[in-house]
Every structure is written in structure tokens, then in C-alpha cells.
């Protein structure tokens, strides 16, 4: 007899790679929030109880290790300024080794959300679960301490310092965390390379155009070796030959094995990089899951995606 089963593995599972570990201090139904689909039982029937099912061992051990935990995980995200609910009850996951897109219209809440996951802001309410622990009243050093490190939209290098000075004091924030044992560190050097900026370190930061500015943005958070880089707007104003460049640097980032959530208004280049976008508008979650899905969704056409260079983008 067929009896139907589903097994916490293929499509409907998450898409983290990161297996649970004992140490982890917090109870996975609450840092994954989606305790349906990770910490179910392991085969689920539906039909007559008495129905008697053999798994073997080879297959548990197998779906035991497709079993995953978020990297980060935003649960009921909120966040209020006088009058303006910014972020209203979010909730989200990044799975370990993804690049998400987070993209919306102009005063979407996209800054906040990431003010939100840095600890530039404290939320009105929800919590904010990074490998395992809930982070949600740390300082922002902590969490870079922690890898969990964020560029802003507004480049802010140290102008009178040179560009190896300005990845260097990037070094400095991450150093916290060099503990033993710990996954690898980048070297200034490499993350000089990384940026295509190594020709360019002695010059001095605010002798950069625009497009060396946003990429010593990006090596200046690179050098605190985070696990999970959230990059905000760094393709903003650069042409395209400069979008094409700083596309493939967030791959060499990729490739090292960092985690990325990365919001951009230039969605035509977003998309050559995600598999999976988060839309935001008016502070609410429009939609999350895959590109091509987003570019169909009616919700997502009407508020953001209408734009014919954006469509373009979704569909190419
Ligand atoms: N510090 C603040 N004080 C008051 N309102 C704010 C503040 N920061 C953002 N907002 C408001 O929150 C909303 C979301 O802004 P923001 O997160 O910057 O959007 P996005 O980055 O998507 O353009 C906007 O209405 C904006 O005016
Ligand atoms: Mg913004």
C-alpha cells in the first residue's frame, strides 16, 4: 500500500547547509521558526496510525544531515519611528553559503532592516537569532566581533588615511574574533586583491572615484572576515562597466565561502548574483523566494518589479 510521507528533505526544505550542533544554546523551533518543516518528526504519515513503517538507517543518517539551521534568522521584525512603522513584523532566515536579495521601492525599509540586523538600531519588538544565539540587544562590535558585519550606504572611509590604512582599521574590528579554531581570517593583502583596490593602496581614500569608494566600502568590512556581509546599495551610481566589476568582486567574496545578504536598487545586476530575493514594501514582507517567482508575482510586479528595465532584469 502508497502510503504518503514526507521527509524533511528536497524542495520544501530549507536551504541552509549548516547542520545542528549540540552546542547550540537555543531550541531550533524557536531560532528557525519554522518548526514544520526542520524539526518535525522525521517521516511524517498521513492516513491510519497503524500503519507500519520501516526507515532505514542509511536514509535517516542522509536526511539528518539535509536537516539545516539558519545562519541568521529575523523573527517578527519590527521597528517604529514616530509615526512611520519602518519594519513591520518580519520574519526571515539566510542559510549559510546563499547570497539573498533584498530589494523595494524607495522607503521600502530595506536600511532598516539592515540598521536592524548590524545593531545600529534596536527593534521595537522580534528578535534577531545568528548562528544559533540570539544577538538582538548586542552592540554592533559584538556582533562584527561575531561575523556578523555590515557596509553602509553612505561610504564612510577615513578620507586622509590611504586605502590599505582604511582596510587595515576594517582589520582591526574583526580582530576580536580571531580566536583559535576559527574559520580563516582574511589578510589585508587579500582582501586588497579581492577588491581589485592592491594598486591602489597607497593612494588616499578620498582620491577614489565613486566606484573605488564603494569597493573600499566593501574591503573595509571584507577585513573584518565576516561570515555574513550585508552590503547596502554598493552598485548605487556606478556605470556598467564598474556594475560588471564589483559583480564579480561580491562572487570572489561569495567563493571564500561568506554568506551575503545584499539590497540594491540595481536590480538587473542583483539578479546575476541571488537565487533568492526578500521584497519589502512599506516596511512588510511582500515576498521571499526564488527570482524568477518574484519577477511573476502580480503583488511584486505591481509594487516594484512594473518597472520595464526591472521586469527585463527578472526575466533575462
Ligand atoms: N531615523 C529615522 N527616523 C524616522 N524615520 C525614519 C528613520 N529612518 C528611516 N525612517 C523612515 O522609515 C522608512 C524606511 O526607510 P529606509 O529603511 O531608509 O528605506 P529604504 O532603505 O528601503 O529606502 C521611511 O519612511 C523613512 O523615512
Ligand atoms: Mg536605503
Redesign the pocket.
Known amino acids: 500500500m502508497e502510503v504518503p510521507k514526507r521527509l524533511p528533505i528536497g524542495p520544501s526544505a530549507p536551504v541552509a547547509s549548516r547542520t545542528p550542533s549540540d552546542t547550540d544554546p537555543l531550541p531550533r523551533a524557536t531560532r528557525s521558526g519554522r518548526a514544520d518543516s526542520t524539526d518535525g518528526p522525521l517521516l511524517t504519515v498521513r492516513g491510519p496510525l497503524s500503519v507500519d513503517l520501516e526507515v532505514p538507517e542509511s536514509l535517516k543518517e542522509a536526511s539528518r544531515s539535509t536537516a539545516v539551521v539558519a545562519l541568521l534568522a529575523g523573527e517578527a521584525l519590527t521597528k517604529r519611528?514616530?509615526g512611520?512603522t519602518?519594519?513591520s513584523n518580519i520574519s526571515f532566515e539566510i542559510a549559510e553559503g546563499e547570497i539573498l536579495g533584498l530589494i523595494?521601492?524607495?522607503?521600502?525599509?530595506?536600511?532598516?532592516?539592515?540598521?536592524l540586523l548590524s545593531g545600529m538600531l534596536a527593534p521595537t519588538s522580534g528578535r534577531i537569532v545568528f548562528k544559533g544565539t540570539n544577538v538582538t540587544r548586542w552592540a554592533p562590535h559584538r556582533r562584527c566581533h561575531h561575523g556578523l558585519v555590515q557596509t553602509f550606504?553612505l561610504a564612510q572611509a577615513f578620507p586622509d588615511l590611504t586605502v590599505e590604512q582604511n582596510v587595515r582599521v576594517g582589520a582591526l574590528f574583526g580582530a576580536g574574533r580571531r580566536r583559535k579554531g576559527e574559520r580563516s581570517v582574511l589578510t589585508v593583502d587579500e582582501v586588497l586583491e579581492m577588491t581589485d583596490l592592491a594598486d591602489r593602496r597607497s593612494a588616499r581614500s578620498n582620491e577614489l572615484t565613486l566606484a573605488g569608494r564603494k569597493r573600499l566600502e566593501v574591503a573595509r568590512a571584507l577585513a573584518a572576515s565576516p561570515q555574513l556581509l550585508l552590503l547596502d546599495e554598493v552598485m548605487a551610481g556606478l556605470n556598467p562597466a564598474e556594475l560588471a566589476e564589483i559583480v564579480e568582486i561580491i562572487r570572489r567574496i561569495h567563493a571564500r565561502g561568506i554568506t551575503l545578504l545584499v539590497?540594491e536598487h540595481v536590480v538587473e545586476s542583483l539578479f546575476q548574483l541571488i537565487d533568492r530575493v526578500l521584497v519589502?514594501h512599506h516596511?512588510q514582507l511582500l515576498f521571499t523566494g526564488d527570482v524568477r517567482a518574484a519577477s511573476q508575482d502580480p503583488a511584486v510586479v505591481e509594487a516594484y518589479l512594473g518597472r520595464a528595465d526591472a521586469a527585463a532584469a527578472a526575466s533575462a
Open positions: 519611528f514616530a512611520v519602518a519594519v523595494g521601492p524607495n522607503g521600502a525599509g530595506k536600511s532598516t532592516l539592515f540598521a550606504q539590497t519589502l516596511g
